[in-house]
C-alpha cells in the first residue's frame, strides 16, 4: 500500500518561501505518478504540480514559483515554494495516481492528510 504523509507547512510572509515534504512509503517512480494538490478557501481543490517519471508538469498558477522534485533513494517527493502569495494558502496534499497522470484531481488517489500553508500580506 502506498502512502503518503506530508510535512514543511508552516506561516511565512508574502514573497517567503516553503519546502514541503512528501514522504511515500513503498514508493517506485516507476509505478507511480506523484502529485501536490490543495484547497485554498473558496476554491475547489486543484492539483498544482505533478511529477511523473522525474517528469514535472505545473498548474499556470504556480509556474515559475513551485518546484517538484524527488528524491527516490528517501522515497520523498519534495514541493519547493518560492515567492509565496496569499492565495497560495491552504491545506496542501501529496497524493499518488497511475503513471502518465495529468493536473486533474480525479487521476489521484491513496491522499496523505495534508499539511497546512499560510501566506500573509
Known amino acids: 500500500q502506498v502512502q503518503p504523509v506530508e510535512s514543511g507547512g508552516g506561516s511565512v510572509q508574502a514573497g517567503g518561501s516553503l519546502r514541503l515534504s512528501c514522504v511515500i512509503s513503498g514508493y517506485n517512480q516507476s509505478r507511480v505518478c506523484v502529485g501536490w494538490l490543495r484547497k485554498t478557501p473558496g476554491k475547489e481543490r486543484e492539483a498544482v504540480a505533478r511529477?511523473?517519471?522525474?517528469?514535472?508538469l505545473y498548474d499556470d498558477s504556480v509556474k515559475g514559483r513551485f518546484t517538484i522534485s524527488q528524491e527516490s533513494a528517501k522515497n520523498t517527493v519534495y514541493l519547493q515554494m518560492n515567492d509565496l502569495k496569499p492565495e497560495d494558502s491552504g491545506l496542501y496534499y501529496c497524493?499518488?495516481?497511475?503513471?502518465?497522470?495529468?493536473?486533474?484531481?480525479?487521476?489521484?488517489?491513496?491522499w496523505g492528510p495534508g499539511t497546512q500553508v499560510t501566506v500573509s500580506s
Open positions: 511529477i511523473d517519471f522525474g517528469v514535472p
Open positions: 497524493a499518488t495516481g497511475r503513471r502518465y497522470c495529468a493536473l486533474r484531481i480525479y487521476e489521484y488517489s491513496n
